[in-house]
T-cell receptor, first 115, second 113 residues
Framework: ETGVTQSPTHLIKTRGQQVTLRCSSQ?????VSWYQQALGQGPQFIFQ???????GRGNFPPRFSGLQFPNYSSELNVNALELDDSALYLC??????????????FGSGTRLTVV | RKEVEQDPGPFNVPEGATVAFNCTYS??????FFWYRQDCRKEPKLLMS???SGNEDGRFTAQLNRASQYISLLIRDSKLSDSATYLC??????????????FGAGTRLAVHP
């Protein structure tokens, strides 16, 4: 059974650019959640995709968007990058939007630096 | 008011010490509760779930007080390897029935020889 994998591991972008981050969900999982963790803060919920549809969103502007593919992998897209978008982006997968006693297992994350 | 609040620390303790972390949450309808551990520049990893009856896993004990909306984590006999940031995590009800986790900002623990 494979875990959650994210790519790339590190990325440097210039303010105003666009970025795409990728997440492969754990085998058998059809739900993917994305979180942003700024330095010194806890992760913050961005949005969740279930069966290729966004079914929940946190307090993030529309320039944060996502996709989920038929194989349940997912992308996070951020347009018009700002310096404050510099953070660790985490992905977690689950089955049927369920949160059991084991919480979520996160991928190792993508560290985005905007300069 | 933040949805989940923790003392940021850092807590600097010698090996063998007992240390306690506290956390409060604002949404009384929250369903599930967890403690995650995060090492520097790594992803958060589940340390333990927190149950109303309290639960223990080796040197770690978690307690939940729903009436006070308060969660605690006790670490006994601290080891150098316990040095990390401990995140208090709550699962509030989602408007659309989806599940999300709300994280506190974390409490840093540094265990020294």
């Amino acid at each position: 059974e494979t875990g959650v994998t994210q790519s790339p591991t590190h990325l440097i972008k210039t303010r105003g650019q666009q970025v795409t981050l990728r997440c492969s969900s754990q085998s058998g999982h059809n739900t993917v959640s994305w979180y942003q963790q700024a330095l010194g803060q806890g992760p913050q919920f961005i949005f969740q995709y279930y069966r290729e549809e966004e079914n929940g969103r946190g307090n993030f502007p529309p320039r944060f968007s996502g996709l989920q593919f038929p194989n349940y992998s997912s992308e996070l897209n951020v347009n018009a990058l700002e310096l404050d978008d510099s953070a660790l982006y985490l992905c977690a997968s689950s089955l049927n939007n369920a949160l059991d006693n084991y919480g979520y297992t996160f991928g190792s994350g993508t560290r985005l630096t905007v300069v | 008011r933040k949805e989940v609040e923790q003392d940021p620390g850092p807590f600097n303790v010698p090996e063998g010490a007992t240390v306690a972390f506290n956390c409060t949450y604002s949404n009384s309808a929250s369903q599930s509760f967890f403690w995650y551990r995060q090492d520097c520049r790594k992803e958060p990893k589940l340390l333990m779930s927190v149950y109303s009856s309290g639960n223990e896993d080796g040197r770690f004990t978690a307690q939940l007080n729903r009436a006070s909306q308060y969660i605690s984590l006790l670490i006994r006999d601290s080891k150098l390897s316990d040095s990390a940031t401990y995140l208090c995590v709550v699962n509030p009800p989602g408007a659309g029935g989806y599940n999300k986790l709300i994280f506190g900002a974390g409490t840093r623990l540094a265990v020294h020889p």
